[in-house]
């Protein structure tokens, strides 16, 4: 059946002030809503309506109406003219305005949250079997914890941080990759441009880096001074590692290669690079900084330095916002790691017993070996 014939009615509106020569239309289309999903520009994939017009056909003159020829809808406009002033300004987009704020803007983030679950899913997985398998591995090699040297168990601890970090970005990569393509300020690892000063992300690590040195300072300070005394801290995973530090150059490179390089790329691309951007899909930059800190918190297992890890993914996660550039974080992380291990390594090398040094500062002067 065919629809019947849509109006578009143009009348004159009588002039919105009498000092003033614009003169405005009404414009009404009437018609039944035919619509038809095109695709977004914005995300290539969000549907959105496009409403399937029709010519335009004049009826006689002194009508002033036109005949609609296509679909019929219902669409009205307002449109005015000002002979003095111009065109009306159409009212700012509220998304462009914060450009000038690239901290503050969201990822154009391609998938939902199954997605985001099952990746995060993926990755706890995959950490855990591959820790199984290189267990397996070593007892089928006769390898013995007890008999190794600390170069072999450095090396060991090398190259089980290696496989994990290969095996992990693997998951995540191989999942979001069937979103290509994507915007390319996800997963963006770039040299060009480290000083430019709105996203130079050597410029900006070298910012967050003290930032974070301020802000943990007082983060321990505020801690010590609600509890009456320093807090006791929790360093299972330095405690693994003491007897390595400052043993020999092979221990010592192998220590940094886990703390400075594979540790930062791991778990910057899972935090900041994942779930941060991710969750900026249903929550402003800010409050997905904030969450990711959190989370990335809890995950070192260390409830006693909490507020300092917080502290610090807040500083990983807003130099991320203002690049976009994964180098920003990976560096400061990798500069926080690797001057902990050159630290304790110096102060080994001096004769302190860090092992006591790392229960409290207070300890610094009062456990110095002979």
């Not at 009306?88 to 987009?93: I, L, Y």
């Not at 949250?113 to 820790?131: D, E, Y």
């Not at 999942?175 to 300020?185: A, L």
């Not at 360093?235 to 290669?257: E, F, N, Y």
Request: hydrophobic share 45%; proline share 8%; glycine share 8%.
């Amino acid at each position: 059946m065919a629809s019947s014939p849509s109006l578009l009615c143009l009348r004159p509106c009588p002039q919105l002030c009498g000092h003033s020569r614009s003169r405005s239309l009404h414009l009404h289309l009437s018609k039944q809503s035919l619509l038809h999903p095109v695709t977004s520009p914005r995300t290539c994939r969000r549907p959105v309506a496009g409403a399937v017009a029709g010519p335009l056909v004049p009826r006689p003159p002194g009508t002033r109406r036109w005949r609609w020829t296509g679909p019929t809808a219902i669409v009205a406009c307002r449109c005015s003219s000002d002979a003095e002033n111009g065109p009306p300004t159409p009212p700012q987009d509220t998304e462009k305005s914060l450009d000038g704020w690239p901290v503050l803007r969201r990822w154009d983030v391609p998938w939902e949250w199954p997605t985001i679950s099952l990746t995060m899913v993926a990755c706890a997985v995959s950490f855990l079997l591959t820790g199984m398998v290189e267990q397996s591995i070593l007892e089928q090699l006769g390898f013995q914890v007890g008999e190794a040297t600390l170069d072999e168990k450095a090396e060991v601890l090398f190259l089980g941080q290696f496989s994990t970090t290969v095996v992990v970005l693997g998951a995540i990569f191989g999942i979001t990759n069937t979103f290509r393509p994507f915007s390319d300020d996800i997963f963006r690892y770039k040299f060009e441009e480290p000083f430019k000063l709105q996203n130079g992300w050597l410029l900006w690590a070298g910012i967050g880096i003290l930032v974070a040195i301020i802000s943990i300072a007082l983060a321990g300070a505020a801690m010590t001074f609600l509890n009456g005394e320093t807090p006791q801290r929790e360093t299972d995973s330095l405690v693994i590692l003491l007897p390595l530090i400052g043993s020999s150059g092979i221990s010592t490179a192998c220590l940094l290669g886990i703390t400075g390089v594979l540790a930062p790329i791991l778990e910057e691309t899972v935090f900041r690079g994942f779930l941060m951007v991710s969750l900026t899909t249903w929550f402003s930059t800010p409050y997905a900084v904030l969450i990711t800190a959190a989370v990335f918190a809890f995950a070192h297992l260390t409830p006693g330095e909490f507020p300092q890890l917080f502290v610090l993914g807040v500083v990983l996660g807003f130099s991320y916002a203002q690049t976009r550039n994964l180098l920003t974080p990976i560096t400061i992380h990798a500069v926080w790691n690797s001057g902990v291990i050159l630290l304790l390594t110096f102060l080994q090398l001096q004769g302190y017993d860090i092992k006591e040094l790392l229960q409290g500062p207070s300890m610094l002067y009062n456990n110095r070996q002979p």
